[in-house]
């Protein structure tokens, strides 16, 4: 499967940032989402997630890479961490379709 449905499937599952992410059943971290999305082999997924891993670095979350690279505290408002996951998806789908991927 290309990776830029891996990632479509993948912000499906994630949580939009209303209400009580746990409550409504939806992945609050990306690599959660992925791991989680139906009917994707378990190597499309390992892809999507090495491609999450890399851009992250050493930082377990999003949150921790933008507080570690623009001191940005986004754990204090998880609705607008939850904005920010669903734009990198939206990029790193764009990305991986304008690459044929």
């Known amino acids: 499967m290309k990776t830029s449905k891996v990632f479509k499937a993948a912000k499906k599952g994630l949580w939009n940032g209303e209400g009580n992410w746990f409550a409504i059943d ?3 971290f990306i690599c ?3 791991w989680e999305s139906p009917n994707i082999c378990e190597e ?4 999507a997630l090495n491609i999450v891993a890399h851009l992250l670095g050493r930082h377990e979350t ?3 890479w933008l507080f570690a690279k623009h001191q940005i505290r986004a754990y204090k408002d ?4 939850q904005e920010t996951r669903r734009a990198w998806l939206d990029h790193l789908i764009a990305h991986y379709e304008s690459i044929g991927d």
Do not use: F, T, V
């Open 26 to 28: 939806k992945n609050r």
């Open 32 to 34: 959660c989402s992925i």
């Open 44 to 47: 499309d997924k390992l892809k």
């Open 62 to 64: 999003l949150e921790a």
């Open 78 to 81: 998880y609705p607008q961490a």
